[in-house]
């Protein structure tokens, strides 16, 4: 989690236009600062490097390849993102993707019992999780959002495949619940440093 920013700005204003104007900077540099803070609160994927969920030869969607495809560009492997679509196609299992990722030598980080810990850590780490969410259906979890105020969590980030122009902000207990319902199932890519 982050800590709180605290930020004292004191500047007198009643002195001509000079003054008014340094205010002026100084609450824009603030609003700046705190929309970078909101916005490093979750992962930033942009969206050229989004993967749209694509048909496969039996008209199943393949929703988790979409969402590796996604995350591997976002690592930067583009060869092993390219390469997924020409081989891989149609459903698969987030455990089958994990074994998979680590058979070509990727770290990963995995649950398929519904812990949370997994989701912290990518949240924490700014790392998509390729999770099991919807009915049937992977996405990825790009982070939580939690209240500046409160310190709790309120919210999470996900950003639907099938709808990748869009990231939807479901309320944490829904999502939660969600994910659950779905298996539990999520799998980080963790680069090495």
């Not at 398929?112 to 790392?127: P, Q, R, V």
């Not at 980030?157 to 122009?165: A, G, K, M």
């Amino acid at each position: 989690m982050t800590t709180p920013l605290k930020i004292a700005v004191a500047i007198n204003v009643s002195r001509k236009p000079l003054n008014l104007r340094l205010l002026q900077i100084s609450t824009f540099l603030l609003l700046i600062v705190f929309i970078c803070q909101e916005i490093s609160a979750a992962v930033y994927i942009a969206p050229q490097l989004r993967c749209r969920n694509y048909p496969s030869y039996s008209n199943q969607g393949s929703c988790v390849h979409a969402s590796t495809i996604t995350t591997l560009r976002y690592h930067k492997a583009y060869n092993l993102a390219n390469y997924i679509p020409r081989y891989y196609s149609g459903g698969n299992t987030h455990y089958e993707l994990n074994q998979r990722l680590n058979r070509w030598g990727l770290t990963t980080k995995a649950t398929f019992s519904s812990s949370k810990g997994i989701l912290d850590f990518a949240h924490t780490n700014t790392l998509p999780a390729i999770i099991s969410y919807h009915n049937n259906h992977s996405c990825l979890f790009l982070g939580w959002y939690v209240d500046p105020k409160t310190r709790i969590i309120t919210h999470a980030y996900v950003l639907n495949p099938n709808h990748p122009n869009h990231i939807e902000t479901p309320q944490y207990q829904e999502f939660m619940n969600n994910w659950r319902r779905n298996d539990g199932e999520a799998v980080v890519i963790v680069p090495r440093r």
